[in-house]
């Protein structure tokens, strides 16, 4: 089993920034950003590849920016010039190994309680 613990979530304006943390409780392979506004689905935002060839959805492609800390364990999210559409819970999920690239790959894995992010216009 792996717990996942995110944190960093807020109100803002909108043109600011936020930097969301998830924390591991060992390590795991792949690991990646999500979110869901009221009333949609959930959505993939970014995954961290591992490879310099991070996913992002084309929605907060040059916004926002996924890395990690290894050595800790944690998946962070930078976003920049937020927007009020960014609004949505945010969730991080991981999974154990397969191809680490595709969004629908974390369906069946691990998952946090998610964070909330509210972006005001």
């Known amino acids: 089993q792996v717990q996942l613990v995110e944190s960093g979530g807020g109100s803002v304006q909108a043109g600011g920034s936020l930097r969301l943390s998830c924390a591991a409780s060992?390590?795991?392979?792949?690991m990646g950003w999500f979110r869901q506004a009221p009333g949609k689905g959930r959505e993939g935002v970014a995954i961290f590849a591992g490879d310099g060839v991070n996913v992002y959805a084309d929605s907060v492609k040059g916004r926002f920016t996924v890395s990690e800390d290894r050595a800790k364990n944690i998946l962070y999210l930078q976003m920049n010039s937020l927007q009020p559409e960014d609004t949505a819970m945010y969730y991080c999920?991981?999974?154990?190994?397969?191809?680490?690239?595709?969004?629908?790959?974390?369906?069946?894995?691990?998952w946090g309680q998610g964070t909330q992010v509210t972006v005001s216009s």
């Open positions: 999920a991981a999974i154990r190994g397969g191809f680490c690239g595709r969004f629908s790959q974390y369906e069946a894995g691990y």
């Open positions: 060992r390590y795991i392979a792949c």
